[in-house]
Protein backbone atom coordinates (compact mmCIF):
# COMPACT_ATOMS: atom_id res chain seq x y z
CA UNK A 1 0.00 0.00 0.00
CA UNK A 2 2.27 2.82 0.83
CA UNK A 3 4.91 1.54 -1.49
CA UNK A 4 2.56 2.44 -4.26
CA UNK A 5 1.75 5.87 -2.15
CA UNK A 6 4.80 6.69 -1.66
CA UNK A 7 6.17 6.36 -5.49
CA UNK A 8 3.07 8.39 -6.58
CA UNK A 9 3.83 11.18 -3.90
CA UNK A 10 7.85 10.98 -5.40
CA UNK A 11 8.12 9.75 -8.79
CA UNK A 12 11.54 11.15 -8.91
CA UNK A 13 12.59 8.60 -6.10
CA UNK A 14 13.36 5.20 -7.63
CA UNK A 15 11.78 2.20 -5.75
CA UNK A 16 15.36 0.84 -4.61
CA UNK A 17 15.14 4.33 -2.18
CA UNK A 18 11.38 4.10 -0.97
CA UNK A 19 11.71 0.86 -0.18
CA UNK A 20 13.87 2.15 2.50
CA UNK A 21 11.19 3.41 4.22
CA UNK A 22 9.33 0.42 5.71
CA UNK A 23 12.67 -1.62 5.50
CA UNK A 24 14.19 0.60 8.00
CA UNK A 25 11.17 0.61 10.34
CA UNK A 26 10.97 -3.57 10.24
CA UNK A 27 15.06 -3.74 10.30
CA UNK A 28 15.09 -1.23 13.47
CA UNK A 29 12.35 -3.09 15.58
CA UNK A 30 14.24 -6.64 14.90
CA UNK A 31 18.09 -4.95 15.68
CA UNK A 32 16.07 -3.59 18.28
CA UNK A 33 16.02 -7.05 20.06
CA UNK A 34 18.94 -7.05 22.44
CA UNK A 35 18.56 -3.87 23.73
CA UNK A 36 14.65 -4.70 24.23
CA UNK A 37 15.21 -7.76 26.25
CA UNK A 38 18.15 -6.42 28.35
CA UNK A 39 15.89 -3.43 29.56
CA UNK A 40 13.32 -5.87 30.14
CA UNK A 41 15.03 -8.55 32.16
CA UNK A 42 16.10 -5.67 34.52
CA UNK A 43 13.09 -3.36 34.06
CA UNK A 44 10.00 -5.12 33.35
CA UNK A 45 7.66 -5.86 30.32
CA UNK A 46 5.16 -3.12 31.44
CA UNK A 47 7.54 -0.47 31.08
CA UNK A 48 9.76 -1.21 28.38
CA UNK A 49 6.14 -1.50 26.21
CA UNK A 50 4.67 1.42 27.33
CA UNK A 51 7.71 3.36 26.65
CA UNK A 52 7.93 1.99 22.87
CA UNK A 53 4.36 2.58 22.26
CA UNK A 54 5.00 6.24 22.90
CA UNK A 55 7.95 6.42 20.87
CA UNK A 56 6.40 4.77 18.20
CA UNK A 57 4.00 7.17 18.26
CA UNK A 58 6.05 10.24 18.55
CA UNK A 59 7.73 8.40 15.52
CA UNK A 60 4.58 8.37 13.45
CA UNK A 61 3.41 11.60 14.71
CA UNK A 62 6.07 13.28 13.08
CA UNK A 63 6.15 11.90 9.78
CA UNK A 64 2.73 13.75 9.42
CA UNK A 65 4.38 17.00 8.94
CA UNK A 66 7.24 15.57 6.97
CA UNK A 67 7.94 16.31 3.44
CA UNK A 68 11.03 15.13 2.41
CA UNK A 69 11.07 11.08 1.85
CA UNK A 70 14.50 11.15 3.48
CA UNK A 71 13.51 12.24 6.47
CA UNK A 72 10.89 10.10 6.54
CA UNK A 73 13.73 7.63 6.99
CA UNK A 74 14.22 8.57 10.55
CA UNK A 75 11.10 9.46 11.68
CA UNK A 76 8.86 6.45 10.21
CA UNK A 77 11.84 4.17 10.20
CA UNK A 78 13.95 4.46 12.50
CA UNK A 79 12.30 6.09 15.23
CA UNK A 80 9.29 3.86 14.76
CA UNK A 81 11.29 0.99 14.71
CA UNK A 82 12.70 1.68 17.69
CA UNK A 83 9.34 1.83 19.22
CA UNK A 84 8.11 -1.11 17.99
CA UNK A 85 11.38 -3.34 18.59
CA UNK A 86 10.73 -2.38 22.41
CA UNK A 87 6.98 -3.48 22.11
CA UNK A 88 7.80 -7.05 20.46
CA UNK A 89 10.51 -8.18 21.96
CA UNK A 90 9.19 -8.13 25.55
CA UNK A 91 5.87 -9.24 24.69
CA UNK A 92 6.96 -12.56 23.20
CA UNK A 93 9.27 -13.02 26.32
CA UNK A 94 6.37 -12.60 28.52
CA UNK A 95 4.40 -14.66 26.89
CA UNK A 96 7.47 -17.52 26.72
CA UNK A 97 7.62 -16.70 30.95
CA UNK A 98 4.25 -17.89 31.69
CA UNK A 99 3.91 -20.51 29.20
CA UNK A 100 6.55 -23.14 29.18
CA UNK A 101 5.35 -26.71 28.48
CA UNK A 102 2.94 -25.09 25.40
CA UNK A 103 5.09 -22.11 24.62
CA UNK A 104 4.78 -23.14 20.61
CA UNK A 105 1.02 -22.65 20.95
CA UNK A 106 1.05 -19.90 23.17
CA UNK A 107 3.32 -17.38 20.92
CA UNK A 108 1.47 -18.70 17.88
CA UNK A 109 -1.70 -17.32 19.45
CA UNK A 110 0.10 -13.86 20.84
CA UNK A 111 1.61 -13.46 17.34
CA UNK A 112 -1.60 -13.81 15.75
CA UNK A 113 -2.40 -10.26 16.77
CA UNK A 114 -0.21 -9.40 13.87
CA UNK A 115 -1.97 -11.65 11.09
CA UNK A 116 -5.40 -10.10 11.85
CA UNK A 117 -3.59 -6.33 11.93
CA UNK A 118 -2.64 -7.95 8.41
CA UNK A 119 -6.10 -8.42 7.27
CA UNK A 120 -7.71 -5.58 8.76
CA UNK A 121 -5.22 -2.80 8.43
CA UNK A 122 -4.80 -2.59 4.78
CA UNK A 123 -8.09 -2.38 4.04
CA UNK A 124 -8.60 0.76 7.00
CA UNK A 125 -5.42 2.24 5.84
CA UNK A 126 -6.14 2.02 2.21
CA UNK A 127 -9.12 3.92 2.93
CA UNK A 128 -7.87 6.44 5.09
CA UNK A 129 -5.06 7.09 2.04
CA UNK A 130 -8.00 7.84 -0.15
CA UNK A 131 -9.92 10.11 1.70
CA UNK A 132 -7.13 11.79 4.13
CA UNK A 133 -3.86 10.93 1.91
CA UNK A 134 -0.83 9.62 3.34
CA UNK A 135 0.00 12.22 5.87
CA UNK A 136 -3.65 11.95 7.43
CA UNK A 137 -2.77 7.98 7.91
CA UNK A 138 0.25 8.74 10.15
CA UNK A 139 -2.40 10.27 12.69
CA UNK A 140 -4.17 6.66 12.61
CA UNK A 141 -1.15 4.84 13.05
CA UNK A 142 -0.02 7.42 15.97
CA UNK A 143 -3.28 6.37 17.83
CA UNK A 144 -3.11 2.91 17.04
CA UNK A 145 0.50 2.70 18.41
CA UNK A 146 -0.59 4.43 21.64
CA UNK A 147 -2.86 1.49 22.48
CA UNK A 148 0.40 -0.57 23.27
CA UNK A 149 0.52 1.08 26.46
CA UNK A 150 -2.54 -0.14 27.20
CA UNK A 151 -1.60 -3.76 26.44
CA UNK A 152 1.69 -2.70 28.60
CA UNK A 153 -0.06 -2.11 31.53
CA UNK A 154 -1.60 -5.57 31.20
CA UNK A 155 1.54 -7.39 30.96
CA UNK A 156 2.24 -8.60 34.80
CA UNK A 157 5.38 -9.70 35.26
CA UNK A 158 6.23 -13.14 36.76
CA UNK A 159 6.77 -13.76 40.52
CA UNK A 160 10.80 -14.74 40.44
CA UNK A 161 13.42 -15.21 42.87
CA UNK A 162 15.49 -12.13 43.93
CA UNK A 163 17.89 -10.62 41.63
CA UNK A 164 21.83 -11.40 42.40
CA UNK A 165 23.78 -8.74 40.39
CA UNK A 166 27.17 -10.15 39.06
CA UNK A 167 30.17 -9.36 40.46
CA UNK A 168 31.29 -7.23 37.78
CA UNK A 169 28.48 -5.05 37.96
CA UNK A 170 28.82 -4.60 41.98
CA UNK A 171 32.49 -3.61 41.11
CA UNK A 172 31.95 -1.17 38.41
CA UNK A 173 28.86 0.26 40.54
CA UNK A 174 31.87 1.14 43.17
CA UNK A 175 34.15 3.08 40.51
CA UNK A 176 30.91 4.79 39.04
CA UNK A 177 28.33 5.30 41.86
CA UNK A 178 26.66 7.83 39.37
CA UNK A 179 25.32 4.32 36.90
CA UNK A 180 22.77 2.22 38.70
CA UNK A 181 23.58 -1.00 38.95
CA UNK A 182 20.68 -2.86 37.57
CA UNK A 183 20.77 -0.28 34.34
CA UNK A 184 24.52 -1.19 34.59
CA UNK A 185 23.32 -5.09 34.74
CA UNK A 186 20.99 -4.45 31.48
CA UNK A 187 23.71 -2.69 29.84
CA UNK A 188 25.68 -6.00 30.22
CA UNK A 189 22.47 -8.74 29.30
CA UNK A 190 22.68 -6.44 25.92
CA UNK A 191 26.44 -6.66 24.80
CA UNK A 192 26.78 -10.13 25.85
CA UNK A 193 28.38 -12.57 22.99
CA UNK A 194 28.55 -15.82 24.88
CA UNK A 195 25.52 -17.30 22.95
CA UNK A 196 28.06 -17.01 19.72
CA UNK A 197 29.80 -19.44 20.84
CA UNK A 198 27.34 -22.31 20.81
CA UNK A 199 27.39 -23.39 17.09
CA UNK A 200 23.75 -24.39 17.16
CA UNK A 201 22.84 -21.12 17.32
CA UNK A 202 25.44 -19.53 14.55
CA UNK A 203 24.00 -22.21 12.06
CA UNK A 204 20.09 -20.87 13.21
CA UNK A 205 21.58 -17.59 13.08
CA UNK A 206 22.77 -18.07 9.12
CA UNK A 207 19.67 -19.33 8.42
CA UNK A 208 17.45 -16.56 9.86
CA UNK A 209 20.15 -13.95 7.85
CA UNK A 210 19.34 -15.78 4.47
CA UNK A 211 15.91 -15.79 5.32
CA UNK A 212 14.84 -12.36 6.45
CA UNK A 213 16.04 -11.10 3.39
CA UNK A 214 13.60 -12.67 1.45
CA UNK A 215 10.88 -12.15 4.48
CA UNK A 216 9.57 -8.42 3.58
CA UNK A 217 9.48 -9.32 0.01
CA UNK A 218 5.55 -10.08 -0.24
CA UNK A 219 4.32 -7.31 2.03
CA UNK A 220 6.52 -4.49 -0.02
CA UNK A 221 6.49 -5.66 -3.20
CA UNK A 222 2.82 -9.02 -4.12
CA UNK A 223 0.35 -6.21 -4.07
CA UNK A 224 2.58 -3.89 -6.56
CA UNK A 225 3.51 -6.63 -8.68
CA UNK A 226 -0.53 -7.46 -9.17
CA UNK A 227 -1.38 -4.27 -9.63
CA UNK A 228 1.07 -3.66 -12.75
CA UNK A 229 0.55 -7.56 -13.86
CA UNK A 230 -3.18 -7.69 -13.88
CA UNK A 231 -5.07 -5.36 -16.06
CA UNK A 232 -8.17 -3.42 -14.84
CA UNK A 233 -6.73 -3.98 -10.96
CA UNK A 234 -7.59 -1.25 -8.95
CA UNK A 235 -5.24 -1.06 -5.70
CA UNK A 236 -7.53 -1.86 -3.30
CA UNK A 237 -8.08 -5.70 -4.68
CA UNK A 238 -4.10 -5.51 -5.19
CA UNK A 239 -3.78 -5.03 -1.70
CA UNK A 240 -6.50 -8.24 -0.86
CA UNK A 241 -3.39 -10.36 -1.57
CA UNK A 242 -2.00 -9.12 1.60
CA UNK A 243 -4.95 -9.89 3.45
CA UNK A 244 -4.80 -13.32 2.06
CA UNK A 245 -1.70 -14.16 3.17
CA UNK A 246 -1.96 -12.59 6.69
CA UNK A 247 -5.21 -14.50 6.97
CA UNK A 248 -3.97 -17.86 6.06
CA UNK A 249 -0.99 -16.93 8.16
CA UNK A 250 -3.38 -17.09 11.55
CA UNK A 251 -4.22 -20.85 10.70
CA UNK A 252 -0.78 -21.91 10.29
CA UNK A 253 0.60 -20.31 13.36
CA UNK A 254 -2.17 -22.11 15.33
CA UNK A 255 -2.29 -25.08 13.71
CA UNK A 256 1.47 -25.56 13.59
CA UNK A 257 2.39 -24.02 17.07
CA UNK A 258 0.04 -26.61 18.37
CA UNK A 259 2.34 -29.43 16.03
CA UNK A 260 5.02 -28.13 17.67
CA UNK A 261 4.13 -28.50 20.83
CA UNK A 262 3.66 -32.10 20.89
CA UNK A 263 6.66 -34.37 21.53
CA UNK A 264 6.36 -36.53 18.15
CA UNK A 265 6.90 -33.35 16.42
CA UNK A 266 10.47 -31.30 16.44
CA UNK A 267 9.78 -27.29 15.81
CA UNK A 268 12.99 -26.97 13.99
CA UNK A 269 11.66 -29.74 12.19
CA UNK A 270 8.55 -28.01 11.15
CA UNK A 271 10.52 -24.52 10.67
CA UNK A 272 12.59 -25.99 8.27
CA UNK A 273 10.02 -28.07 6.44
CA UNK A 274 7.79 -24.89 6.20
CA UNK A 275 10.30 -21.98 4.99
CA UNK A 276 11.51 -24.71 2.62
CA UNK A 277 7.68 -24.42 0.92
CA UNK A 278 7.53 -20.87 1.59
CA UNK A 279 10.22 -20.49 -1.10
CA UNK A 280 9.20 -22.61 -3.55
CA UNK A 281 5.72 -20.61 -3.55
CA UNK A 282 7.28 -17.43 -3.36
CA UNK A 283 8.97 -18.40 -7.11
CA UNK A 284 6.20 -19.58 -8.30
CA UNK A 285 4.61 -15.92 -8.27
CA UNK A 286 5.57 -14.51 -11.54
CA UNK A 287 4.01 -18.07 -13.19
CA UNK A 288 0.74 -17.05 -11.75
CA UNK A 289 -1.44 -16.60 -15.13
CA UNK A 290 -4.68 -14.36 -13.09
CA UNK A 291 -4.47 -13.19 -9.74
CA UNK A 292 -6.88 -15.66 -8.67
CA UNK A 293 -4.11 -18.25 -9.07
CA UNK A 294 -2.02 -15.42 -7.38
CA UNK A 295 -4.42 -15.05 -4.33
CA UNK A 296 -4.80 -18.93 -3.76
CA UNK A 297 -0.75 -18.72 -4.18
CA UNK A 298 -0.70 -15.99 -1.45
CA UNK A 299 -2.98 -17.88 0.78
CA UNK A 300 -0.48 -21.30 0.86
CA UNK A 301 2.32 -19.21 1.00
CA UNK A 302 0.77 -17.79 4.53
CA UNK A 303 0.17 -20.72 6.06
CA UNK A 304 3.42 -22.16 5.73
CA UNK A 305 5.43 -19.12 6.80
CA UNK A 306 3.92 -18.17 9.59
CA UNK A 307 6.14 -20.68 11.78
CA UNK A 308 9.21 -18.70 10.41
CA UNK A 309 8.25 -15.97 12.97
CA UNK A 310 5.95 -17.61 15.75
CA UNK A 311 8.21 -21.15 16.58
CA UNK A 312 11.72 -18.77 16.65
CA UNK A 313 11.62 -18.80 20.83
CA UNK A 314 10.48 -22.60 20.80
CA UNK A 315 13.09 -23.58 18.65
CA UNK A 316 15.78 -21.50 20.01
CA UNK A 317 14.36 -22.70 24.00
CA UNK A 318 14.32 -26.71 23.04
CA UNK A 319 18.17 -25.99 21.42
CA UNK A 320 19.57 -23.65 23.86
CA UNK A 321 17.70 -23.60 26.77
CA UNK A 322 14.86 -21.55 28.27
CA UNK A 323 18.28 -20.07 30.39
CA UNK A 324 19.62 -18.49 26.88
CA UNK A 325 16.59 -17.32 26.00
CA UNK A 326 16.37 -13.25 26.25
CA UNK A 327 19.86 -13.46 24.64
CA UNK A 328 19.42 -15.77 21.55
CA UNK A 329 16.40 -14.11 20.85
CA UNK A 330 17.76 -10.64 20.90
CA UNK A 331 20.73 -11.61 19.28
CA UNK A 332 18.64 -13.57 16.79
CA UNK A 333 16.87 -10.93 16.02
CA UNK A 334 19.08 -8.49 15.81
CA UNK A 335 20.71 -10.32 12.83
CA UNK A 336 17.23 -10.57 11.11
CA UNK A 337 16.53 -6.86 11.46
CA UNK A 338 20.00 -6.44 9.27
CA UNK A 339 18.81 -9.07 6.84
CA UNK A 340 15.36 -6.92 6.99
CA UNK A 341 16.85 -3.65 6.18
CA UNK A 342 18.72 -4.78 2.94
CA UNK A 343 16.00 -7.28 1.52
CA UNK A 344 13.55 -4.27 0.25
CA UNK A 345 15.88 -1.62 -1.86
CA UNK A 346 18.01 -4.60 -2.76
CA UNK A 347 15.09 -6.76 -4.20
CA UNK A 348 14.20 -3.06 -5.44
CA UNK A 349 17.25 -2.56 -7.27
CA UNK A 350 16.93 -6.30 -8.93
CA UNK A 351 13.45 -5.12 -10.02
CA UNK A 352 14.63 -1.83 -11.45
CA UNK A 353 18.01 -3.40 -13.05
CA UNK A 354 15.95 -6.73 -14.82
CA UNK A 355 12.14 -7.27 -13.65
CA UNK A 356 9.68 -7.27 -11.53
CA UNK A 357 9.80 -11.20 -11.60
CA UNK A 358 13.63 -11.40 -10.35
CA UNK A 359 12.50 -10.61 -6.36
CA UNK A 360 10.57 -13.32 -6.30
CA UNK A 361 12.73 -15.65 -7.94
CA UNK A 362 15.87 -14.69 -5.56
CA UNK A 363 13.26 -14.42 -2.71
CA UNK A 364 12.21 -18.07 -2.85
CA UNK A 365 15.56 -19.32 -3.28
CA UNK A 366 16.58 -17.52 -0.08
CA UNK A 367 13.85 -19.17 2.09
CA UNK A 368 15.50 -22.73 0.24
CA UNK A 369 18.90 -21.87 1.10
CA UNK A 370 17.83 -21.29 4.89
CA UNK A 371 15.85 -24.43 5.04
CA UNK A 372 19.04 -26.12 4.01
CA UNK A 373 21.50 -23.96 5.90
CA UNK A 374 19.15 -24.47 9.16
CA UNK A 375 19.07 -28.78 8.60
CA UNK A 376 22.73 -28.50 8.93
CA UNK A 377 21.99 -28.40 12.80
CA UNK A 378 20.61 -31.94 12.99
CA UNK A 379 23.90 -33.34 12.21
CA UNK A 380 24.95 -31.69 15.76
CA UNK A 381 24.62 -33.01 19.35
CA UNK A 382 21.54 -31.68 20.83
CA UNK A 383 21.62 -30.48 24.20
CA UNK A 384 18.69 -31.73 26.30
CA UNK A 385 16.74 -28.70 27.12
CA UNK A 386 13.41 -28.57 29.24
CA UNK A 387 10.96 -25.91 28.45
CA UNK A 388 10.61 -25.51 31.91
CA UNK A 389 13.71 -24.82 32.91
CA UNK A 390 13.36 -22.36 36.19
CA UNK A 391 14.56 -19.43 35.50
CA UNK A 392 18.36 -18.22 36.39
CA UNK A 393 18.08 -15.51 38.80
CA UNK A 394 21.21 -14.63 38.03
CA UNK A 395 20.53 -13.97 34.57
CA UNK A 396 16.46 -12.66 35.24
CA UNK A 397 15.35 -9.79 36.77
CA UNK A 398 12.45 -7.67 36.85
CA UNK A 399 10.17 -5.25 38.26
CA UNK A 400 7.76 -7.01 41.22
CA UNK A 401 4.21 -7.15 41.22
CA UNK A 402 3.94 -3.91 43.22
CA UNK A 403 6.44 -2.18 40.59
CA UNK A 404 9.35 -1.76 43.13
CA UNK A 405 12.79 -3.41 41.59
CA UNK A 406 14.37 -6.60 44.14
CA UNK A 407 17.50 -7.24 44.30
CA UNK A 408 19.83 -9.07 46.50
CA UNK A 409 23.44 -7.54 46.62
CA UNK A 410 26.38 -10.24 46.99
CA UNK A 411 29.50 -8.25 48.56
Known amino acids: MYLITFKETYPEEPESVISWIGSLLVGVYLCMGPIACGLADSFGYRLVITSGSLIAATGFLSSFFVTNVHVLFLTFGVVGGIGFGLIYSPSIMCVCAYFKETSALAVGLAVCGSSVGGMVFPIFVQLILERYGWEGSMLFLAGVALQCCIAGTLMRTPIRPPRTLSLEVLQQGRRSPCLPPLLHQALID ?14 YSLASFIGSIAFLTPSFFLPDFAFKTFANLDKETAAAVMTAVCGAGIFGRLIFGYLADHPYFDPLGIHNVCIFTSGVLLALVPV ?37 LPSAFGQTQLIAGLASVVGPPLHGTLGEMFS ?31 RSHPVNSQHRGDLGENGQLSETLLV
Do not use: H
Open 190 to 203: MTSLKVYLNPTFLI
Open 356 to 386: VEIPFYFAGGAWILASIVASVIFLLPRRRCS
Open 288 to 324: CGSFTILLVDGVFYGFFIAPYISLMSTILTSRLGLEQ
